[in-house]
């Protein structure tokens, strides 16, 4: 099994990694064709890209997001990769996140240890996950280490 990006997503990091140049330009400025095409106003240049509320936003990072993990996945499975692909391990973090996840072949959320904790934050993360997810998939906790599975 492989992840693409590990422990990074344009959801979780997009308040630092849009703020660097010239990836913030060229996000803006894919944003603002991107608005345009949807008949959306233009207004990427006042744009935050970490801005969870802004709608438009999510809904291109959102479709970047796929685009960049179908093209990784077709380029491993054209290098002959036959394992199964995730997109990163962050999936359940946030909806947006995981619907960019469903093009993949699996879901990766590994947690660590919570100091001797252990069952009592699987159980939660069970509760997290069907609370925001259980429209996707039904998640069970199987028992053991990272056990809770769609």
């Known amino acids: 099994m492989a992840e693409i990006v590990n422990e990074s997503d344009l959801f ?4 630092h990694l849009m703020n660097v140049e010239p990836y913030r330009t060229e996000f803006l400025e ?3 064709a991107w608005l345009q095409k949807n008949g959306y106003p233009d207004n990427a240049k006042d744009a935050d890209p970490a801005d969870p509320e802004n709608i438009p936003l999510v809904l291109f990072s959102m479709e970047l997001q796929e685009q960049y993990y179908r093209t990784m996945k077709d380029c491993m499975r054209e290098c002959g990769v036959k394992i199964p692909i995730c997109g990163t391990n962050w999936a359940s973090s946030y909806p947006a996140n995981m619907k960019t996840q ?3 072949d699996f879901f990766d959320d590994h947690k660590y240890y919570n100091l001797g904790r252990w069952e009592e ?5 069970e509760d997290y996950l069907n609370d925001k997810f259980g429209h996707y998939a039904d998640f069970t906790l199987q028992g053991g280490a990272d056990s809770t599975v769609p």
């Open 12 to 15: 979780h990091n997009a308040k």
């Open 30 to 32: 894919k944003f603002s």
């Open 102 to 104: 469903l093009i993949m």
């Open 121 to 125: 934050f699987e159980k939660q993360c």
